[in-house]
């Protein structure tokens, strides 16, 4: 009996193994390519271990790009988009949640159909609205543009999770005297923590991908997300590999970063409210 939980466990943790080898390999290639001279690229091709003694010069490559503005610019982006959508989500889940009034299931559903349209299908609706408001070729309109697609998803996220609390706890609150934004902070919100947690990575992931509005809003290259900023690294007749890899792992350490640390929080957020009590 001992034999086989022992043979189970290697088995789990051999296939766990490969599973974390085969998710990071794109990470890993990524890496080695940017450590890879163009000229072994085009010519006899790259080796699988990574060249480390061409690491010092990866910041020469990338010394003619604003690498560094490009990833703040994304980092304003996905941080104002996350602030935002979570805002005005944790507002409207509680309110759909828990309120009743006429055009409840309307106003919910038509959150729901903004998911059905995609993005290419609003840029010039947009484009002439943010022009008429004043808000092209600038960081504000994308997030703005980001929050009306990521909120509804973060919405229902925290939806979902307030209405598995008892509404008995709201109720006991508001015995003791406390008003309703009170039962919002100091009881709904610490109980869907983890919801908020999943909601959060959601809306940081759809302003930190940010491309189709930044490449039509935005003029100015030192505005650019470096999202668009990579796309920049594609040329007519080459295309320098290694430093759009080098560029393209800068971009994903942030993200993967940010994943890792709410990676917990996710699975709890994601799965609560799907087994009905």
């Given amino acids: 009996?001992?034999?086989k939980r022992t043979v189970a466990r290697l088995l789990?943790?051999?296939?766990?193994?490969?599973f974390v080898l085969f998710a990071g390999f794109p990470v890993?290639?990524?890496l080695n390519t940017a450590l890879t001279s163009d000229t072994e690229l085009y010519k006899s091709g790259q080796d699988w271990w990574p060249h480390a003694e061409r690491l010092p010069g990866v910041p020469d490559a990338l010394a003619d790009v604003p690498i560094g503005d490009w990833l703040l610019n994304s980092g304003f982006i996905?941080?104002?988009?996350?602030?935002?959508?979570?805002?005005l989500a944790v507002l409207g889940a509680y309110a759909l949640s828990r309120y009743r009034f006429h055009g409840k299931g309307a106003a919910a559903f038509l959150l729901f159909s903004t998911q059905m349209l995609p993005e290419a299908l609003l840029v010039v609706p947009l484009f002439a609205l943010?022009?008429?408001l004043g808000l092209l070729n600038g960081l504000g309109g994308l997030v703005l543009a980001n929050t009306a697609f990521a909120m509804p998803v973060a919405l229902f996220i925290v939806k979902s999770a307030i209405d598995k609390i008892p509404y008995e706890i709201e109720e006991s609150a508001r015995v003791d005297g406390c008003p309703r934004y009170g039962?919002?902070?100091?009881?709904v919100l610490p109980l869907v923590t983890p919801s908020i947690a999943a909601a959060a990575v959601v809306t940081f992931f759809d302003g930190w991908n940010e491309f189709l509005f930044a490449n039509t809003f935005l003029?100015?290259?030192?505005?650019?997300?470096a999202s668009v900023g990579l796309a920049t690294f594609v040329g007519q007749y080459t295309t320098p590999l290694s430093s759009v890899?080098?560029?393209?792992?800068l971009f994903s350490l942030p993200a993967i970063v940010f994943f890792v640390l709410m990676q917990r929080r996710i699975v709890s957020g994601l799965t609560a409210g799907a087994v009905k009590g």
């Avoid at 996905?78 to 805002?87: E, I, Y």
């Fill in 183 to 187: 039962q919002l902070t100091q009881i």
């Fill in 28 to 30: 890993y290639w990524m």
């Fill in 12 to 18: 789990v943790s051999t296939a766990l193994l490969a």
């Fill in 130 to 132: 943010f022009g008429m």
């Fill in 245 to 249: 890899m080098a560029a393209a792992f």
């Fill in 78 to 87: 996905a941080f104002g988009t996350t602030m935002l959508s979570l805002l």
């Fill in 1 to 3: 009996m001992k034999l």
């Fill in 219 to 225: 003029t100015d290259s030192e505005k650019w997300p």
